[in-house]
T-cell receptor, first 111, second 115 residues
Framework: DAKTTQPPSMDCAEGRAANLPCNHS???????VYWYRQIHSQGPQYIIH???NNETNEMASLIITEDRKSSTLILPHATLRDTAVYYC????????????FGTGTRLQVTL | NAGVTQTPKFRILKIGQSMTLQCAQD?????MYWYRQDPGMGLKLIYY???????DKGEVPNGYNVSRSTTEDFPLRLELAAPSQTSVYFC??????????????FGAGSRLTVL
């Protein structure tokens, strides 16, 4: 997996958009960008993934730069329940590949 | 579907004891994984399995053993527990064929303390 760099922590006001950045400058052409989150001490939860194009689902949007060296996860209307550690992972191509979870970004959503 | 079920949720072991962490999934997933997470750290892969009867080592396999006799179950065995194995253990699974993406479903975790 390519190395990723995320800020250790971020704050966001409830109701506002949370934009979580991730750098993955050494990502190879066939490696995906994945986002997972871990609420308190629960098991990580899949959010979204993408290869080249921007992606959106019911949880979030993923914006990948054209050169694929960085990406941003967007939670459009953050709530207190979105307080969690967010992991950006670059890699995991092929069925036998394994994901490497770093220390992520701790997002604190406040009133 | 219950998803991925881990038991026990909490366990305290004495140094040198052995135990098995259970993991079961009811989604007919072919891949299963065991991770450990130390306080304030990311997850480290211990072992994984690509299907019944096939297992392989991850990043930190020492002190652990696994087996995969059925598609549903992937138990993790700790032999001669040591304080360094105090951690939270997560089991995960996925269904993948070909060049599928890595969308894992995780269990709720098993918190192990070795004293």
């Amino acid at each position: 997996d390519a190395k990723t760099t995320q800020p250790p922590s971020m704050d966001c006001a409830e109701g506002r958009a949370a934009n979580l950045p991730c750098n993955h400058s050494t990502i190879s052409g066939n490696e995906y960008v994945y986002w997972y989150r871990q609420i308190h001490s629960q098991g990580p939860q899949y959010i979204i993934h993408g290869l080249k194009n921007n992606e959106t689902n019911e949880m979030a949007s993923l914006i990948i730069t054209e050169d694929r060296k960085s990406s941003t996860l967007i939670l459009p209307h953050a709530t207190l329940r979105d307080t969690a550690v967010y992991y950006c992972i670059a890699g995991g191509t092929g069925t036998a590949s394994k994901l490497t979870f770093g220390t992520g970004t701790r997002l604190q959503v406040t009133l | 579907n219950a998803g991925v079920t881990q038991t026990p949720k909490f366990r305290i072991l004495k140094i040198g004891q052995s135990m098995t962490l259970q993991c079961a999934q009811d989604m007919n997933h072919n891949y299963m994984y065991w991770y450990r997470q130390d306080p304030g750290m990311g997850l480290k892969l211990i072992y994984y399995s690509v299907g019944a009867g096939i297992t392989d080592k991850g990043e930190v396999p020492n002190g652990y053993n696994v087996s995969r006799s059925t598609t549903e179950d992937f138990p993790l065995r700790l032999e001669l527990a040591a304080p360094s194995q105090t951690s939270v253990y997560f089991c995960a699974s996925k269904w993948a064929v070909g060049s599928g993406a890595n969308v894992l479903t995780f269990g709720a975790g098993s918190r192990l303390t070795v004293l």
